[in-house]
């Protein structure tokens, strides 16, 4: 299950779920699942280099929406894998969708998507998506197709 899941989501972050994430009903709490996707987001942000110019071009990704579907309680302890999707790729964003893997129960938990729209800090206005990051979502895109 483990390697399915690896093969469908070639870009995925492990993340250990912490003790003190867990809620009264002895569950991760609903926030904790954001943290989540933030975590996978900034690690595959890092990975097509979207955040390596942010401080001198003042051009980034912010949300405008953001979204989670629980299908599965998880515990600790806990090891969980978030896979990243990119779909609806336009101008000026697209869309990130999260899976959520858990390694003790071998089944996906959550599921969950964001939109990122490219925003201009300097002049409080929406960006572009400049062409390196159009090309390299593209490619994430086309690889996610084949996986």
Request: aromatic fraction near 10%; hydrophobic fraction near 45%.
């Amino acid at each position: 299950m483990l390697d399915k899941f690896i093969a469908q989501h070639p870009a995925n972050t492990e993340i250990s779920v912490a003790w003190g994430e867990m809620d009264a009903l002895q569950h991760i709490n609903n926030v904790a699942y954001f943290r989540y996707f933030e975590t996978a987001r900034i690690d595959f942000f890092n990975q097509i280099n979207l955040l390596a110019d942010l401080q001198t071009s003042k051009v980034g990704p912010v949300l405008s929406d953001n979204h989670a579907r629980y299908k599965r309680p998880v515990t600790f302890p806990d090891t969980l894998l978030v896979g990243v999707k990119i779909s609806d790729i336009q101008a000026d964003r697209f869309m990130m969708h999260y899976t959520v893997f858990s390694k003790a129960q071998q089944a996906i938990t959550t599921l969950g998507h964001s939109q990122v729209v490219m925003f201009n800090f300097q002049t409080g206005k929406k960006a572009e998506l400049t062409p390196e990051l159009l090309s390299a979502l593209r490619a994430h895109e086309e690889a996610k197709r084949e996986a």
